[in-house]
């Protein structure tokens, strides 16, 4: 696994190390070992898999409230999305800044999302798969959201949003 700091403080890449032949490749998505040497989270506690119709949907941005904030591991598996983060850490570095990366089936990269970021995405292409890990349970008294569109962020997302769920187009200004 390789692992690339993002702009946002915490948040990583992860990069399969692909180890080739005549067959194709073999790599690791997922090692204890590694993440302990990183000092980054090991307990995953749900895995969660996200499927999308059409391309243009957008889904987030969420997070849990303490105490129920969680670490998340995205991936792609199938079909392409643009992930974005937001640090909504006031402590952080980088509170208020976001960052945004494609995950694709092809590229098969990962985002490490920190506690206390919210994260979305916007699907590519039709027939989208996410499948992700929590490092904690879902609690639905703790998840909350900010918008899409939210000025105090004001992300570009790169398609026309073709769906959306009510509840995404909802959640009040950031303060
Ligand atoms: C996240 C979650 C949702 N649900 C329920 C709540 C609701 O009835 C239904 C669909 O939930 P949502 O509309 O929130 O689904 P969705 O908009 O796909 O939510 C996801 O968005 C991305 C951006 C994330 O970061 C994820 O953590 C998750 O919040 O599933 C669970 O039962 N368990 C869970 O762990």
Not at 101 to 118: D, F, H, K, S
Not at 126 to 133: A, K, L, R, W
Not at 169 to 175: C, E, G, K, L, V
Request: with cysteine; proline share 5%.
């Amino acid at each position: 696994m390789e692992f690339t700091e993002t702009p946002i403080a915490g948040a990583y890449l992860i990069d399969v190390n692909r180890i080739g032949d005549d067959r194709g490749f073999f790599g690791r998505l997922w090692c204890e070992q590694e993440m302990a040497d990183m000092g980054l989270a090991t307990c995953i506690r749900q895995s969660n898999i996200g499927v999308s119709a059409r391309a243009g949907t957008l889904r987030g941005l969420h997070f849990q409230r303490t105490p129920h904030a969680e670490v998340k591991i995205i991936r792609c598996p199938r079909g392409a999305v643009y992930d974005v983060i937001v640090d909504l850490r006031r402590d952080s570095p980088t509170f208020k800044q976001w960052f945004a990366t494609e995950l694709t089936a092809a590229n098969a990269r990962m985002l490490y999302i920190p506690e206390g970021c919210a994260t979305g995405y916007q699907t590519l292409v039709d027939d989208t798969e996410i499948y992700y890990h929590t490092t904690e349970f879902y609690h639905p008294e703790s998840a909350t959201g900010v918008r899409y569109d939210d000025p105090a962020f004001a992300i570009d997302w790169p398609l026309e949003i073709t769906a959306i769920s009510d509840n995404d187009t909802q959640w009040p200004d950031f303060r």
